[in-house]
């Protein structure tokens, strides 16, 4: 088979569905036209035909595609091996309607007439996933494909032929098979979105962009199947005309083709737009819609107006932060945007800037609002204009309205004042000291309602925290009422203040405050203070060792203060015998002992006088205590020495120091006979001789027999055995009265060794139950046999100590005697016999 035969069987095919007319053209590019060109028109007829299926009377045979050359040498020696072939791709159309398996293409080997071959194919789509879709008889080598083929899925496969022989030997070099899917017109155009939205400002000029749209076709977008053309369906609503909007057909982009998009008519529109592929053929193509929604946003086109030309308001004296007019405007633009929020502005009629206007963000009404204080005696009334615009510039070409200016006319309302002092605080200045009495100033104050109301003020006192003063109430003065001092607590930084109360006579009532600040001269009213009070000295006094620095204190100040002057007494004349004082600087002196002067140790009351600088000076005799003591080498008083200048002598000291050990000697001992006798009260029993303890002592009394004739009895088999060894050793049988069990015994409590004697009762009666339940105390509970005594006694019966016929016998007060004679009360008690 040569390349001539396979393109003569293809047209062959091509010719029976009758679909065109292929021109013969021997080169490969052409031959693959011709296969598009059968597919265009196949496609075409089948949409003519409702999509038939189409018989072919005489179905074309298949093309053969041989191996190109030997894959094994020859037995006479190298042969020429033929040139490679290049194998035309094979097309097949998706979505075909079979039958299945259909029949692509026959491949075969020069050599199968002398061998068995055997033929295979390999690659995606035969034995690699999707798996089978194409399958190979492996005798006759006849390809097929076994299911419908989705381009949109997968558009190529590359397969490879091979052909070997029984034994798996390869006959030929392997084939290179490319099957191409035709695309078939099966998709529509699928929008991004449903829904798509944008916006164009409203009065743009034709041609502006608005919004774009996109479809996507999966079929092959280099054929007509996949080219996709936009159109728009609808519009909503039609004003101003049924076609404010077109859209590129290729690009899905939107724009404006008319004037006069205006929000405050229309906000919004409706667009309906259908995608189309076929390249837009309404016969051919498959078509989808989205919903465009386009927004007109709002510019600033419409002024504000104000809705009247004037306004007017009224407004007490006095007063601020409150609304005293409201303008209303309107604005056609969007509410709560830049282009609606509207701002006002005075322009005329307030120079001092008592108002202003402020927008109220809900209703975009200008309040007019008192910022500053009026006075009904300065303006009786306002004339303001103002202007209102919004918060945006206007749009271009849009002129401002006559209506965004107005007149506003604010009256004032007249309302009684309160009085208020022209000078507050007010500041004066007096000497201290001054005498009670004194006038001291005027503290008057006015009345700002001077035009209509005429007004009586009265005075009073409102705050005096040292009740130094008074007030006249109908004119105001100041007097004194007591001494004024300036070193007064009351009194800060040399200024006493008091606050004053005027009030008038109107209605209602009105009162002002006003401060009084007096400032308070020094003068020498105060002595100087010694400082300090009490201090210490060595004994002995040498040129090392430095005395006690004094200094003075004064309430006073400068020049009524320091510096100081401090001088000795001369009587008595002992103190200057004694003592000295050296100035070492204005305000401080140094107090000692005179040289080689001893004294005592002890607590010596030293007088100084102390003399300020005031004029006339002032002066103080005062008294510091000084202890004279003993002190150590480095100028320091001992600690003997600290209690010897306390006033005691040495004997006192040690007769102290001897109470003080005698004193703790005793302590000691009492502390000590504490413990022993604590010590005694853990050791010691009861207070009675332990002989005569009947608590838990066994008391042994001279055994006395039973007359002469039991003389010949053993009396120790009564008595408990010292050994239990002739028990243990005896056969089982009759035991005796002397035998106890040989049974562990019982745990008797333990006494004390400090008992207390409310519990010696306790112990006992625990006592006396552990060896009643104890079978291993005595009397042991054992078989008692007697030896036989005779068949009689001399003494007669005793059976007449119950058998009294004299009547009943009342026993209940056995039950009285406690639980020894219980059993006894059971057994009597009664009163009846069973």
Known sequence: ATPGTIFFQFMVHISQFGACCVVFCSEFSSFLDVIMVKSLFRQVLDRLSGRRELKEPFPAPPPVILFSGSGRNSSKGLRRQKRDWVIPPINVAENSRGPFPQMLVSIRSDQDQDISIRYSITGVGADQPPNEVFNIDPVLGKMFVTKPLDREHRSS???????????????????????FVIDMNDNRPEFKNQVYNGSVDEGSKPGTYVMHVSAFDADDNTTANGMVRYRILSQMPHSPIPNMFTINSETGDIVTVAPGLDREKVSQYTIIVQATDMEGNLNFGLSNTATAIITVTDINDNPPMLTSRTFSGEVPENKVDIVVANLTVIDADQPHSPNWNAIYRIISGDPSGHFTIRTDPVSNDGMVTVVKPVDYEMNRAFMLTVVVSNQAHLASGIQSSLQSTAGVTISVQDVNEAPYFPTNPKHIRFEEGIPAGTTLTTFSASDPDRLQMQQTIRYSKLNDPADWLSINRTNGQIITTAILDRESVYVKNNIYE????????????????????????????????????ESQICERMSKNVNGVNITAADDDTDPNAGPFVFELPKIPASIRRNWTISRISGDYARLGLRYQVYLEPGVYEVPVIVLDSGNPPLSNRSIIKVKVCPCDEHGDCTTLGAVAAAGLGTGAIISILICIIILLSMVLLFVVWIKRREKERQTKQLLIDPEDDVRDNILKYDEEGGGEEDQDYDLSQLQQPDSLEHIISKPPGVRRVDERPIIPESQYPIRPVVPHPGDIGDFIHEGLRAADNDPTAPPYDSLLVFDYEGSGSTAGSVSSLNSSSTGDQDYDYLNDWGPRFKKLADMYGGGVED
Do not use: C, W
């Not at 590359?158 to 099957?179: F, K, S, T, W």
């Open 157 to 179: 496969y590359h397969l490879r032929a091979h052909a070997v022989d029984m034994n798996g030997n390869q006959v030929e070099n392997p084939i290179d098979l490319y099957i």
């Open 498 to 533: 008091a606050t004053f109360l005027a009030t008038d006579n109107g209605s209602p009532v009105a009162s002002g405050t006003g401060t009084l600040q007096i400032y308070l001269i020094d003068i020498n009213d105060n002595s100087p203070a010694l400082i300090p009070k």
